[in-house]
């Protein structure tokens, strides 16, 4: 086995362990959840503020009061 090779294997057995554990620690939260098909180790969102003074297209984004990890 190639060195490449034995290091993707290692990271696919670290992605696996990590998306397990992400998951039973979700599951404790809400039992529903039965996957996690995505993920994000950290996200901001951000709104769109349309302006009443121009166009339909014009306008602004504006940070929201919340970021973090993203599972999907």
């Avoid at 996957?35 to 297209?57: C, M, P, R």
Wanted: include cysteine; charged fraction near 20%.
């Amino acid at each position: 086995m190639s060195k490449n090779t034995n290091a993707n294997s290692n990271t696919t057995a670290a992605d696996a362990q990590r998306k397990a554990t992400n998951l039973r620690v979700l599951q404790r939260l809400d039992g529903s959840i039965v996957d996690l098909i995505g993920s994000a180790t950290h996200v901001v969102v951000y709104a769109f503020k349309q302006s009443e003074t121009t166009t339909a297209t014009a306008g602004e984004w504006e940070k929201c009061d919340m970021e973090g990890p993203l599972f999907i």
